[in-house]
């Protein structure tokens, strides 16, 4: 008698739950007048780009930010908040500094609405209008 009510009740729940997955799936790709979602892509550094990054901070170059030349500016906290995707945390727009102008002759402008900057021991690109971290370069290898 137990396994009667198990087999009707696991029926019962496969027979209900195809159902409901179906619909939902009808119901997503069912509609073709309706707009498509498309993927945002932002810009990034390229390999070229980070190479030269990289090399322009190596040790021994005298080009050492000063993020890297004194450890401890920022606290390591602080630090890993800042991540692809996510906006910059409060109080670290204003410590932000400009590529040197070495360093910043070396790359092509950044895209419209973006812009290039230093953050301790970061290279960052930034949309202009919400301060957003759209990619990051770990100056320190």
């Known amino acids: ?4 009510c198990f087999l009707i009740l696991l029926s019962a729940a496969l027979v209900f739950g195809q159902g409901k997955g179906a619909a939902k799936a009808k119901g997503r790709s069912g509609n073709p007048g309706s707009p498509a979602k498309q993927a945002v892509t932002y810009p990034s550094f390229r390999d070229a780009e980070i190479r030269i990054l990289l090399d322009f ?3 021994g170059s005298g080009n050492l930010p000063p993020g890297i030349a004194r450890k401890g ?6 630090m890993k908040q800042i991540a692809r ?3 910059l945390p409060p109080g670290l727009a204003n410590k932000l500094q400009p590529f040197p102008p070495p360093l910043a002759r070396q790359f092509p402008a950044p895209p419209p ?3 290039r900057m230093i953050c301790g021991t970061l290279a960052l690109m930034l949309d202009d209008s919400t301060n957003m971290v759209v990619d990051v370069v770990n100056l320190v290898p």
């Open 1 to 4: 008698m137990l396994r009667l």
């Open 57 to 59: 901070y190596r040790p």
């Open 73 to 78: 500016e920022f606290p390591p906290g602080l």
């Open 85 to 87: 995707g996510k906006g």
């Open 113 to 115: 609405g973006y812009r």
